[in-house]
């Protein structure tokens, strides 16, 4: 967790014959690390473990479809919930929520499913390779 300290200006003490006062002890605040960006719409690749790859397209209407390379698509709504990214398939199956990890040097991003530990690699619409 990333702390920010402020420290707040110290008062100059006047020279002269002046009695000197004591400057005020400099401000320090601690704040909580503000939660993960959310998750905007866009085209998302999506790298699994096992080296094969999706993508998840989120829509500004707060729906999700994911395709696999197969073809194979899952569609549901998705919501950011408390940091997290969060999909909701549709039908029985129960919701997914993943912790989204801070970006890399290239513009990736991990992705790790609260309910098994499963983790992919995500490559972002601003980060993806034209084409």
């Given amino acids: 967790m990333k ?48 080296g094969t790859m999706g993508k998840t397209v989120i829509n500004e209407d707060g729906t999700y479809v994911d395709s696999d390379d197969k073809g194979t698509e899952e569609k549901g709504a998705f919501a950011n919930k408390e940091g997290k990214a969060c999909f909701d398939p549709e039908g029985d199956k129960p919701e997914e929520c993943w912790t989204l990890s801070p970006l890399a040097e290239d513009g990736t991003f991990t992705a790790t499913k609260d309910s098994d530990q499963t983790v992919v690699t995500v490559t972002p619409p601003a980060a993806s390779p034209a084409g």
């Fill in 3 to 50: 702390k920010t300290i402020l420290i707040g200006a110290v008062a100059l003490l006047s020279a002269c014959s002046q009695k000197a006062e004591e400057a005020p002890a400099p401000e320090v605040t601690d704040t909580v690390a503000e939660a993960p960006a959310p998750t905007p719409p866009g085209t998302y690749t999506v790298k699994m473990s096992d």
